[in-house]
């Protein structure tokens, strides 16, 4: 059997995450890898129903990470962690890097808290790889606009995002070998190539 393999998704709303993780899940599966989608917050019932408050009823900051970390919980134990030993691929859409960017960065939240309520809810864990769809948040927007009504996050406004950016940049730097940083702002087809570029870097799969 071949070792599980954990990958996680980051950029702001509307960066081209979901449009592209399916296209890399029938890419591994055509490799003979056993693939698992699934998101942040959410992946299981408990945790989808978590998303719904974090994503739609107004809340303090505190409360926000405790919702996001718990989701996390439940999803890790119950689909992450099961997945992993059998031997997948799991590609997750968001994980703990977006609690740093959004509640820590965009909030303004206590990254010292993070921190704790992270090593408590993973007790080690982490992406084996962390790919970042990084773009303007000008670009991001007017994608958004065009497809769908904003939660709770999406109508945030453009600082917003500038931090949340620099959210995700601050835990790129940290932890370089981690994370592959595209340029999400490129036509579809050029993200792709980087992707799979990126992919081809990490294998065999
Ligand atoms: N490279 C691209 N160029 C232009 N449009 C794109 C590109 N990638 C995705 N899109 C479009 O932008 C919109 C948002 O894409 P998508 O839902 O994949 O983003 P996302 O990162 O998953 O967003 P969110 O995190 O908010 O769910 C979709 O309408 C999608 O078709
Ligand atoms: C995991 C996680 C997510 N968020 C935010 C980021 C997004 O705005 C939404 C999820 O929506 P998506 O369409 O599935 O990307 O939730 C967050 O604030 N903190 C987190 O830890």
Redesign the pocket.
């Known amino acids: 059997m071949r070792a599980g393999r954990f990958l996680s998704?980051e950029?702001?709303?509307?960066?081209?995450?979901?449009?592209?993780?399916e296209w890399l899940a029938g890419w591994l599966r055509a490799r003979g890898r056993e693939v698992l989608v699934t998101r942040e917050p959410g992946g299981t019932e408990l945790a989808e129903r978590l998303r719904e408050l974090v994503l739609h009823q107004g809340m303090d900051a505190l409360t926000e990470a405790l919702l996001v970390f718990a989701a996390r919980r439940d999803h890790l134990v119950t689909r992450i962690e099961p997945a992993l030993a059998a031997g997948a691929v799991v590609l997750c859409?968001?994980f703990t890097d977006a609690t740093f960017a959004y509640q820590g960065a965009g909030r303004g939240f206590d990254l010292g808290v993070l921190a704790t309520l992270e090593s408590w809810v993973q007790q080690g864990r982490q992406p084996d790889l962390t790919v970042w769809?990084d773009l303007p948040p000008a670009v991001?927007a007017a994608?958004?606009a065009?497809?769908r009504a904003p939660d709770r996050f999406?109508s945030q406004d453009e600082a917003f995002f500038e931090r949340v950016r620099a959210g995700y940049a601050r835990r790129a730097e940290a932890d370089p070998g981690r994370f592959a940083i595209l340029d999400?702002?490129?036509?579809?087809e050029?993200?792709r190539v980087q992707l799979e570029a990126v992919l081809e870097s990490r294998g065999p799969w």
Do not use: C
């Open positions: 998704f950029g702001i709303d509307g960066a081209g995450k979901s449009s592209h993780i859409d968001r769809f991001a994608r958004r065009a497809v999406e999400a702002a490129a036509t579809p050029a993200v």
